[in-house]
């Protein structure tokens, strides 16, 4: 069965660094998502993006964020400057339509130290 | 902001028994409400989810029901057993499928 693949499973950065969280969407997919979920709380949509540009955004994603679709199967966010609060489990998503059920990764789980 | 209010945030129950798990939501514009299974260490996979102009879903122990007049829905787990223990969530989302969600429930079934 397709399944969305995120890497790596867990990162640890020091604060101010950056880092890009990798994910590999469903490959007939088109519309692609990033959600993060903070330990403890619930998860919360970060960005979503189709046709290789930002549908929709949160205010989360400020302009320390970016994504991107570098090729035909990669979608990557980035994080240019990390924060102590952007310790979280980062889950990608991606569905074939725009009205049909989004498939979530296993999520990476970002540690900034 | 918007946002969903589930409940109970945890819940324990006995193995053959009904998990019963609500959200009430305020957006009446949206069109889709998913309800997610999440195991430790996985991402959340869809479960169930129903469009308003039905008040009742049924997908084999699992059961949406929708109350519309009420902005309510609610996850109904027949028969659950100890595989069901899980974090579940609610959602609600428009026709651009941004997912808002509920804070989560921890169900536990007991053996």
């Known amino acids: 069965e397709p399944e969305v693949t995120q890497t790596p499973s867990h990162q640890v950065t020091q604060m101010g660094q950056e880092v890009i969280l990798r994910c590999v969407p469903i490959?007939?997919?088109?519309?692609f998502y990033w959600y993060r979920q903070i330990l403890g709380q619930k998860v919360e949509f970060l960005v979503s993006?189709?046709?290789?540009?930002?549908?929709?955004k949160s205010e989360i994603f400020d302009d320390q964020f970016s994504v991107e679709r570098p090729d035909g199967s990669n979608f990557t966010l980035k994080i240019r400057s990390t924060k102590l609060e952007d310790s979280a489990m980062y889950f990608c998503?991606?569905?074939?339509?725009?009205?049909?059920?989004?498939?979530f990764g296993q999520g990476t789980r970002l540690t900034v130290v | 902001q918007q946002q969903v209010k589930q409940s109970p945030q945890s819940l324990i129950v006995q193995k053959g028994g009904i998990s019963i798990i609500n959200c009430a939501y305020e957006n009446t514009a949206f069109d889709y409400f998913p309800w997610y299974q999440q195991f430790p260490g996985k991402g959340p996979a869809l479960l169930i989810a129903?469009?308003?102009d039905v008040s009742e879903k049924k997908e084999g122990r699992f059961t949406i029901s929708f109350n519309k007049s009420a902005k309510q829905f609610s996850l109904h787990i027949m028969d659950s057993q100890p595989g069901d223990s899980a974090t579940y969530f609610c959602?609600?989302?428009?026709?651009?499928?941004?997912?808002?969600w509920g804070l989560g429930t921890s169900l536990a079934v007991n053996p």
């Open positions: 959602a609600e989302a428009g026709n651009n499928r941004k997912l808002i």
């Open positions: 129903i469009r308003p």
């Open positions: 993006f189709y046709n290789n540009e930002i549908s929709e």
């Open positions: 998503a991606s569905s074939g339509h725009r009205n049909t059920e989004a498939f």
């Open positions: 490959s007939n997919h088109l519309y």
